[in-house]
Protein backbone atom coordinates (compact mmCIF):
# COMPACT_ATOMS: atom_id res chain seq x y z
CA UNK A 1 0.00 0.00 0.00
CA UNK A 2 0.87 3.28 -0.80
CA UNK A 3 2.28 5.78 2.08
CA UNK A 4 -0.57 8.53 3.35
CA UNK A 5 0.70 11.44 1.86
CA UNK A 6 -1.19 14.33 3.56
CA UNK A 7 -0.32 16.78 0.48
CA UNK A 8 -2.39 14.51 -2.10
CA UNK A 9 -5.54 14.37 0.68
CA UNK A 10 -5.38 18.54 0.84
CA UNK A 11 -5.60 18.58 -3.09
CA UNK A 12 -8.17 16.52 -2.92
CA UNK A 13 -10.48 18.36 -0.17
CA UNK A 14 -9.43 21.32 -2.37
CA UNK A 15 -10.77 19.84 -5.74
CA UNK A 16 -13.77 19.14 -3.59
CA UNK A 17 -14.37 22.82 -2.98
CA UNK A 18 -13.47 23.84 -6.33
CA UNK A 19 -16.02 21.65 -7.55
CA UNK A 20 -18.86 23.25 -5.11
CA UNK A 21 -17.99 26.57 -5.99
CA UNK A 22 -17.74 25.84 -9.55
CA UNK A 23 -14.50 27.38 -9.59
CA UNK A 24 -12.38 27.88 -13.09
CA UNK A 25 -9.38 25.96 -14.11
CA UNK A 26 -6.92 28.86 -13.60
CA UNK A 27 -8.09 29.44 -10.13
CA UNK A 28 -8.46 25.84 -9.03
CA UNK A 29 -4.48 25.34 -10.51
CA UNK A 30 -3.08 28.77 -8.03
CA UNK A 31 -5.49 26.60 -4.99
CA UNK A 32 -3.40 23.72 -5.08
CA UNK A 33 -0.13 24.56 -5.12
CA UNK A 34 2.16 26.14 -2.74
CA UNK A 35 3.32 29.86 -4.23
CA UNK A 36 7.39 29.57 -3.06
CA UNK A 37 9.14 27.00 -1.15
CA UNK A 38 12.25 27.03 0.20
CA UNK A 39 15.02 23.89 0.50
CA UNK A 40 17.85 23.92 2.58
CA UNK A 41 20.84 21.80 3.70
CA UNK A 42 23.19 23.31 6.56
CA UNK A 43 25.69 21.92 8.81
CA UNK A 44 25.67 22.26 12.46
CA UNK A 45 28.43 21.57 14.97
CA UNK A 46 27.72 18.73 17.57
CA UNK A 47 28.70 18.28 20.95
CA UNK A 48 31.00 15.95 20.23
CA UNK A 49 32.72 18.45 17.38
CA UNK A 50 31.58 16.84 14.51
CA UNK A 51 29.54 18.11 11.21
CA UNK A 52 25.90 16.96 10.74
CA UNK A 53 24.02 18.29 7.85
CA UNK A 54 20.20 18.59 8.39
CA UNK A 55 17.84 19.16 6.28
CA UNK A 56 14.67 21.89 6.59
CA UNK A 57 12.14 23.65 4.31
CA UNK A 58 9.68 26.68 4.47
CA UNK A 59 6.48 27.09 2.45
CA UNK A 60 4.32 29.71 2.00
CA UNK A 61 1.21 28.36 0.01
CA UNK A 62 -0.89 31.57 -0.76
CA UNK A 63 -0.36 34.93 0.73
CA UNK A 64 -3.41 36.19 -1.45
CA UNK A 65 -4.90 37.28 2.08
CA UNK A 66 -1.18 38.82 3.50
CA UNK A 67 1.46 37.31 5.34
CA UNK A 68 1.92 34.24 5.72
CA UNK A 69 1.33 32.72 9.12
CA UNK A 70 2.25 29.08 10.49
CA UNK A 71 4.39 26.84 12.64
CA UNK A 72 8.11 25.20 12.14
CA UNK A 73 8.02 21.22 13.30
CA UNK A 74 11.12 19.19 14.10
CA UNK A 75 10.58 15.79 13.35
CA UNK A 76 12.46 13.13 12.29
CA UNK A 77 9.83 12.29 9.43
CA UNK A 78 9.29 15.48 8.37
CA UNK A 79 8.70 15.26 4.53
CA UNK A 80 8.22 18.28 2.19
CA UNK A 81 4.63 17.03 1.08
CA UNK A 82 3.52 16.75 5.43
CA UNK A 83 4.62 20.89 5.07
CA UNK A 84 2.83 21.63 1.88
CA UNK A 85 -0.51 19.78 3.70
CA UNK A 86 0.24 21.90 6.78
CA UNK A 87 1.02 25.45 4.51
CA UNK A 88 -2.64 24.46 3.00
CA UNK A 89 -4.60 23.96 5.93
CA UNK A 90 -3.09 27.03 7.63
CA UNK A 91 -4.28 29.39 4.48
CA UNK A 92 -7.77 27.75 5.19
CA UNK A 93 -8.06 28.33 8.78
CA UNK A 94 -6.81 31.52 8.81
CA UNK A 95 -9.03 32.63 6.30
CA UNK A 96 -11.92 30.67 7.81
CA UNK A 97 -11.11 33.54 11.35
CA UNK A 98 -10.74 36.15 8.95
CA UNK A 99 -7.41 36.75 9.94
CA UNK A 100 -5.54 38.90 7.44
CA UNK A 101 -3.10 36.30 6.53
CA UNK A 102 -1.89 33.64 4.59
CA UNK A 103 -0.92 30.04 5.51
CA UNK A 104 2.53 28.97 5.00
CA UNK A 105 4.78 25.95 6.91
CA UNK A 106 8.21 25.01 8.03
CA UNK A 107 10.04 22.30 9.16
CA UNK A 108 13.51 20.53 10.16
CA UNK A 109 13.95 16.71 9.50
CA UNK A 110 15.74 15.71 13.43
CA UNK A 111 15.04 14.22 15.96
CA UNK A 112 14.99 16.85 19.24
CA UNK A 113 14.98 14.05 21.85
CA UNK A 114 19.05 13.29 20.12
CA UNK A 115 20.15 16.47 20.52
CA UNK A 116 21.46 18.41 23.54
CA UNK A 117 19.76 21.80 24.38
CA UNK A 118 22.85 23.42 23.20
CA UNK A 119 22.59 21.65 19.83
CA UNK A 120 19.12 22.18 19.65
CA UNK A 121 19.72 25.96 19.80
CA UNK A 122 22.35 25.58 17.06
CA UNK A 123 19.66 23.97 15.04
CA UNK A 124 17.39 26.44 15.62
CA UNK A 125 19.89 29.34 15.01
CA UNK A 126 21.37 27.93 11.49
CA UNK A 127 17.95 27.18 10.37
CA UNK A 128 16.98 30.87 10.78
CA UNK A 129 20.28 32.07 8.89
CA UNK A 130 19.00 29.36 6.37
CA UNK A 131 15.33 30.68 5.62
CA UNK A 132 15.94 34.67 6.97
CA UNK A 133 15.63 35.85 3.39
CA UNK A 134 12.03 34.20 3.04
CA UNK A 135 10.37 35.20 6.28
CA UNK A 136 9.92 38.62 8.06
CA UNK A 137 6.98 40.49 9.93
CA UNK A 138 5.42 41.55 6.40
CA UNK A 139 6.00 38.76 4.77
CA UNK A 140 6.05 35.51 6.37
CA UNK A 141 5.61 35.05 10.53
CA UNK A 142 6.69 31.47 11.83
CA UNK A 143 5.42 30.14 15.48
CA UNK A 144 5.80 26.51 17.23
CA UNK A 145 4.10 23.01 15.86
CA UNK A 146 5.66 19.60 16.92
CA UNK A 147 8.54 19.75 19.00
CA UNK A 148 9.08 23.67 19.09
CA UNK A 149 8.71 25.67 21.94
CA UNK A 150 8.91 29.16 23.34
CA UNK A 151 12.94 28.98 24.07
CA UNK A 152 13.05 27.74 20.33
CA UNK A 153 11.22 30.74 19.08
CA UNK A 154 13.30 33.22 21.66
CA UNK A 155 16.47 31.67 19.80
CA UNK A 156 14.93 31.93 16.11
CA UNK A 157 14.07 35.77 17.48
CA UNK A 158 17.31 36.56 18.81
CA UNK A 159 19.09 35.19 15.31
CA UNK A 160 16.46 37.25 12.92
CA UNK A 161 17.21 40.13 15.37
CA UNK A 162 20.64 40.07 14.80
CA UNK A 163 21.12 39.43 10.96
CA UNK A 164 18.53 42.31 10.79
CA UNK A 165 20.49 44.73 13.32
CA UNK A 166 17.80 45.40 15.35
CA UNK A 167 14.59 43.86 17.82
CA UNK A 168 12.51 42.39 15.48
CA UNK A 169 9.92 40.62 17.98
CA UNK A 170 7.14 40.37 15.08
CA UNK A 171 9.21 37.82 12.65
CA UNK A 172 7.71 35.11 15.07
CA UNK A 173 4.87 34.64 17.22
CA UNK A 174 4.64 32.16 20.38
CA UNK A 175 7.74 33.63 22.43
CA UNK A 176 8.06 33.63 26.20
CA UNK A 177 6.00 36.55 27.69
CA UNK A 178 8.98 38.93 28.31
CA UNK A 179 10.28 39.18 24.75
CA UNK A 180 7.16 39.86 23.35
CA UNK A 181 5.00 36.93 23.32
CA UNK A 182 1.15 37.59 23.88
CA UNK A 183 -0.80 37.18 26.96
CA UNK A 184 -3.69 34.48 26.72
CA UNK A 185 -1.54 32.04 24.60
CA UNK A 186 -1.15 29.16 26.68
CA UNK A 187 -5.01 28.15 26.51
CA UNK A 188 -6.33 29.89 23.60
CA UNK A 189 -6.52 26.80 21.89
CA UNK A 190 -8.95 25.31 24.44
CA UNK A 191 -10.46 28.53 25.14
CA UNK A 192 -10.97 29.23 21.30
CA UNK A 193 -12.79 25.78 21.02
CA UNK A 194 -15.05 26.79 24.05
CA UNK A 195 -16.34 29.50 22.32
CA UNK A 196 -17.45 27.51 19.18
CA UNK A 197 -19.36 25.44 21.67
CA UNK A 198 -21.33 27.31 23.29
CA UNK A 199 -22.60 28.30 20.15
CA UNK A 200 -23.07 25.25 18.93
CA UNK A 201 -25.31 24.53 21.93
CA UNK A 202 -27.36 27.39 21.75
CA UNK A 203 -28.67 25.82 18.08
CA UNK A 204 -28.55 22.48 19.38
CA UNK A 205 -30.77 24.26 22.56
CA UNK A 206 -28.19 21.75 24.71
CA UNK A 207 -27.88 23.62 27.79
CA UNK A 208 -24.08 23.77 29.13
CA UNK A 209 -24.87 23.95 32.81
CA UNK A 210 -26.37 20.83 33.09
CA UNK A 211 -24.17 19.30 30.06
CA UNK A 212 -21.98 16.19 29.96
CA UNK A 213 -18.62 15.96 28.65
CA UNK A 214 -15.63 13.45 27.41
CA UNK A 215 -12.08 14.75 26.65
CA UNK A 216 -9.71 12.50 25.07
CA UNK A 217 -6.03 13.31 25.55
CA UNK A 218 -5.13 15.50 28.75
CA UNK A 219 -1.96 17.51 27.17
CA UNK A 220 -2.19 21.25 26.33
CA UNK A 221 -5.35 21.14 24.47
CA UNK A 222 -7.73 18.92 26.52
CA UNK A 223 -6.35 19.54 29.74
CA UNK A 224 -7.34 23.63 29.71
CA UNK A 225 -10.29 22.59 27.92
CA UNK A 226 -11.69 20.13 31.20
CA UNK A 227 -10.91 22.87 32.86
CA UNK A 228 -12.79 25.82 30.78
CA UNK A 229 -15.82 23.55 29.89
CA UNK A 230 -16.42 23.02 33.98
CA UNK A 231 -14.82 26.81 34.91
CA UNK A 232 -16.97 28.85 32.29
CA UNK A 233 -20.20 27.01 31.44
CA UNK A 234 -20.61 24.57 34.56
CA UNK A 235 -20.27 21.58 32.32
CA UNK A 236 -19.62 18.15 34.09
CA UNK A 237 -16.77 16.10 32.86
CA UNK A 238 -17.46 12.88 33.19
CA UNK A 239 -14.53 11.14 31.42
CA UNK A 240 -11.19 11.81 30.75
CA UNK A 241 -7.81 9.72 29.09
CA UNK A 242 -4.54 9.73 27.43
CA UNK A 243 -2.60 7.40 25.89
CA UNK A 244 -2.86 4.95 28.91
CA UNK A 245 -6.60 5.21 28.76
CA UNK A 246 -8.99 6.97 30.37
CA UNK A 247 -11.33 7.39 33.36
CA UNK A 248 -14.99 7.64 33.92
CA UNK A 249 -17.15 9.39 36.84
CA UNK A 250 -20.76 9.58 36.58
CA UNK A 251 -20.22 12.60 39.35
CA UNK A 252 -17.83 14.32 37.39
CA UNK A 253 -13.83 14.93 37.51
CA UNK A 254 -12.38 17.57 38.77
CA UNK A 255 -9.86 18.89 36.23
CA UNK A 256 -7.59 20.09 39.04
CA UNK A 257 -6.98 17.21 40.88
CA UNK A 258 -6.76 14.81 36.97
CA UNK A 259 -3.97 17.36 36.30
CA UNK A 260 -2.15 16.56 39.23
CA UNK A 261 -2.94 13.10 39.37
CA UNK A 262 -1.37 13.58 35.32
CA UNK A 263 1.68 15.31 36.81
CA UNK A 264 2.66 13.09 39.63
CA UNK A 265 1.94 9.63 38.53
CA UNK A 266 2.39 10.69 34.48
CA UNK A 267 -1.47 9.20 33.79
CA UNK A 268 -4.94 10.06 34.02
CA UNK A 269 -5.88 6.41 34.55
CA UNK A 270 -4.21 6.50 38.18
CA UNK A 271 -6.90 9.16 39.63
CA UNK A 272 -8.24 7.49 42.62
CA UNK A 273 -12.33 7.01 43.24
CA UNK A 274 -12.79 7.02 39.24
CA UNK A 275 -13.67 4.36 37.15
CA UNK A 276 -10.88 2.97 34.40
CA UNK A 277 -12.22 3.04 30.64
CA UNK A 278 -10.45 2.37 27.74
CA UNK A 279 -10.27 5.44 24.90
CA UNK A 280 -12.67 3.35 22.72
CA UNK A 281 -15.13 3.41 25.56
CA UNK A 282 -14.73 7.04 25.85
CA UNK A 283 -15.36 7.35 22.56
CA UNK A 284 -19.01 5.58 22.75
CA UNK A 285 -19.94 7.66 25.70
CA UNK A 286 -24.13 9.19 26.34
CA UNK A 287 -22.34 12.35 26.96
CA UNK A 288 -23.51 16.34 25.43
CA UNK A 289 -20.13 16.87 24.18
CA UNK A 290 -17.06 14.82 23.25
CA UNK A 291 -13.92 16.43 22.54
CA UNK A 292 -11.10 14.50 20.81
CA UNK A 293 -7.79 16.46 21.66
CA UNK A 294 -5.43 13.85 21.73
CA UNK A 295 -3.99 11.86 18.20
CA UNK A 296 -5.47 12.15 14.02
CA UNK A 297 -7.84 9.46 12.41
CA UNK A 298 -9.66 7.98 16.16
CA UNK A 299 -12.77 8.42 14.78
CA UNK A 300 -13.20 6.16 11.66
CA UNK A 301 -16.03 4.35 9.98
CA UNK A 302 -15.65 1.19 12.25
CA UNK A 303 -16.74 3.26 15.58
CA UNK A 304 -18.42 6.52 14.04
CA UNK A 305 -22.11 4.51 14.73
CA UNK A 306 -21.02 4.33 18.36
CA UNK A 307 -20.48 7.89 19.03
CA UNK A 308 -24.07 9.45 21.13
CA UNK A 309 -22.35 12.45 21.42
CA UNK A 310 -25.16 15.80 20.13
CA UNK A 311 -21.38 17.77 19.80
CA UNK A 312 -18.13 16.59 18.47
CA UNK A 313 -15.93 19.55 19.24
CA UNK A 314 -12.58 18.27 17.55
CA UNK A 315 -9.34 20.40 18.95
CA UNK A 316 -7.14 17.54 17.82
CA UNK A 317 -5.71 18.55 14.32
CA UNK A 318 -7.63 15.39 11.78
CA UNK A 319 -9.73 13.14 14.37
CA UNK A 320 -12.04 12.17 12.16
CA UNK A 321 -11.98 10.37 8.94
CA UNK A 322 -13.78 11.11 5.92
CA UNK A 323 -15.94 7.60 6.01
CA UNK A 324 -16.66 8.56 9.78
CA UNK A 325 -17.60 11.95 8.67
CA UNK A 326 -20.57 11.09 6.84
CA UNK A 327 -21.58 8.75 9.29
CA UNK A 328 -21.81 11.30 12.30
CA UNK A 329 -23.40 13.23 9.42
CA UNK A 330 -25.93 11.08 8.71
CA UNK A 331 -26.80 10.28 12.39
CA UNK A 332 -27.41 14.04 13.14
CA UNK A 333 -24.17 14.51 15.37
CA UNK A 334 -23.07 18.21 15.11
CA UNK A 335 -18.97 18.18 14.20
CA UNK A 336 -16.90 21.50 14.72
CA UNK A 337 -14.16 21.01 12.53
CA UNK A 338 -10.47 20.73 13.80
CA UNK A 339 -9.99 24.23 11.55
CA UNK A 340 -12.98 26.05 13.14
CA UNK A 341 -12.39 24.24 16.90
CA UNK A 342 -8.70 24.45 17.63
CA UNK A 343 -8.00 28.02 15.33
CA UNK A 344 -7.93 29.87 18.83
CA UNK A 345 -4.54 29.04 19.29
CA UNK A 346 -3.48 31.07 15.42
CA UNK A 347 -5.80 33.60 16.26
CA UNK A 348 -4.22 34.39 19.44
CA UNK A 349 -0.59 34.45 17.15
CA UNK A 350 -1.91 37.04 15.32
CA UNK A 351 -2.39 39.49 18.16
CA UNK A 352 0.95 38.55 19.07
CA UNK A 353 1.82 39.80 15.41
CA UNK A 354 -0.62 42.87 16.26
CA UNK A 355 0.56 44.09 19.68
CA UNK A 356 4.29 43.34 18.28
CA UNK A 357 3.59 45.83 15.67
CA UNK A 358 2.11 48.26 18.34
CA UNK A 359 5.28 47.46 20.55
CA UNK A 360 1.91 47.42 23.19
CA UNK A 361 1.05 44.65 25.53
CA UNK A 362 -2.67 43.63 26.02
CA UNK A 363 -4.30 42.41 28.99
CA UNK A 364 -5.51 39.02 29.45
CA UNK A 365 -9.15 40.33 29.35
CA UNK A 366 -8.53 42.18 25.82
CA UNK A 367 -7.14 39.18 24.43
CA UNK A 368 -9.80 36.70 25.45
CA UNK A 369 -12.76 39.30 24.29
CA UNK A 370 -11.32 39.45 20.80
CA UNK A 371 -10.76 35.89 20.39
CA UNK A 372 -14.35 35.43 21.80
CA UNK A 373 -15.46 37.94 18.77
CA UNK A 374 -13.39 36.19 15.80
CA UNK A 375 -14.55 32.58 16.72
CA UNK A 376 -18.31 33.46 17.05
CA UNK A 377 -18.14 35.15 13.92
CA UNK A 378 -16.38 32.02 12.18
CA UNK A 379 -18.66 29.16 13.62
CA UNK A 380 -21.42 31.70 12.62
CA UNK A 381 -19.97 31.77 8.81
CA UNK A 382 -19.66 28.00 8.82
CA UNK A 383 -23.32 27.40 9.98
CA UNK A 384 -24.60 29.56 7.36
CA UNK A 385 -22.70 28.17 4.68
CA UNK A 386 -23.86 24.73 5.39
CA UNK A 387 -26.85 25.52 5.83
CA UNK A 388 -26.96 27.49 2.45
CA UNK A 389 -25.18 24.58 0.24
CA UNK A 390 -26.49 21.55 2.17
CA UNK A 391 -23.73 20.80 3.29
CA UNK A 392 -22.23 19.12 6.34
CA UNK A 393 -20.24 21.56 8.68
CA UNK A 394 -16.29 20.57 7.40
CA UNK A 395 -17.17 21.03 4.28
CA UNK A 396 -18.54 24.42 4.81
CA UNK A 397 -15.60 25.82 6.87
CA UNK A 398 -13.71 24.55 3.38
CA UNK A 399 -15.86 26.36 1.31
CA UNK A 400 -16.22 29.41 3.48
CA UNK A 401 -12.55 29.89 3.71
CA UNK A 402 -11.34 28.96 0.19
CA UNK A 403 -14.14 31.54 -0.87
CA UNK A 404 -12.69 34.15 1.12
CA UNK A 405 -9.04 33.17 -0.39
CA UNK A 406 -10.31 33.45 -4.04
CA UNK A 407 -12.19 36.78 -3.38
CA UNK A 408 -8.74 38.18 -2.73
CA UNK A 409 -6.90 36.68 -5.63
CA UNK A 410 -9.69 38.05 -7.98
CA UNK A 411 -9.41 41.58 -6.24
CA UNK A 412 -5.82 41.80 -6.90
CA UNK A 413 -6.00 40.33 -10.05
CA UNK A 414 -4.54 36.98 -10.39
CA UNK A 415 -7.60 34.99 -11.33
P1 LIG B 1 0.00 17.33 24.00
O1 LIG B 1 1.19 16.56 23.56
O2 LIG B 1 0.15 18.40 25.03
O3 LIG B 1 -1.13 16.33 24.55
C1 LIG B 1 -1.54 15.18 23.86
C2 LIG B 1 -2.34 14.30 24.81
O4 LIG B 1 -2.84 13.20 24.06
C3 LIG B 1 -1.52 13.71 25.96
O5 LIG B 1 -2.28 13.75 27.14
C4 LIG B 1 -1.31 12.26 25.52
O6 LIG B 1 -1.18 11.38 26.61
C5 LIG B 1 -2.62 12.00 24.79
N1 LIG B 1 -2.52 10.86 23.89
C6 LIG B 1 -1.48 10.45 23.13
N2 LIG B 1 -1.78 9.31 22.51
C7 LIG B 1 -3.04 8.98 22.88
C8 LIG B 1 -3.92 7.92 22.59
N3 LIG B 1 -3.52 6.92 21.78
N4 LIG B 1 -5.16 7.91 23.12
C9 LIG B 1 -5.53 8.90 23.97
N5 LIG B 1 -4.75 9.94 24.29
C10 LIG B 1 -3.52 9.97 23.76
O7 LIG B 1 -0.63 17.92 22.65
P2 LIG B 1 -1.63 19.16 22.49
O8 LIG B 1 -0.84 20.39 22.24
O9 LIG B 1 -2.65 19.14 23.57
O10 LIG B 1 -2.30 18.78 21.09
C11 LIG B 1 -3.33 17.81 21.02
C12 LIG B 1 -4.04 17.93 19.69
O11 LIG B 1 -4.53 19.25 19.55
C13 LIG B 1 -3.13 17.69 18.47
O12 LIG B 1 -3.90 17.09 17.46
C14 LIG B 1 -2.74 19.09 18.07
O13 LIG B 1 -2.37 19.16 16.69
C15 LIG B 1 -4.02 19.82 18.36
N6 LIG B 1 -3.80 21.27 18.47
C16 LIG B 1 -3.15 21.79 19.57
C17 LIG B 1 -2.93 23.15 19.64
C18 LIG B 1 -2.24 23.78 20.84
O14 LIG B 1 -2.20 25.01 20.91
N7 LIG B 1 -1.75 23.01 21.80
C19 LIG B 1 -3.38 24.00 18.59
C20 LIG B 1 -4.06 23.44 17.50
C21 LIG B 1 -4.26 22.07 17.46
Known amino acids: MAAYNPFETAQRQIDKCADILKLDPGTRAILRVPKRELHVAFPVRMDDGSMKLFQGFRVQYNDARGPAKGGIRFHPDETIDTVRALAAWMTWKCALLDLPLGGGKGGVICDVKSLSASELERVSRAYIQNVYQMIGPETDVPAPDVYTTPQIMAWMMDEYSKIMGKSQFGVITGKPLCIGGSRGRGDATARGGMYAIREAAKVLGIDLGKATVAIQGYGNAGNFAARLSKELFGCKVVAVSDSKGGVYSKGGLDPEAVFRCKEDTCSVVNLPGAKQITNDELLALNVDILIPAALENVITEKNAGKVKAKIL ?64 SAYSSVLSTSQQYKINMRQAAYVRAVERVVEAMKLRGWV
Open 313 to 376: AELANGPTTPEADDILYKNGVHVIPDFLCNAGGVTVSYFEMVQNAMMYCWEEKEVYERLEARMV
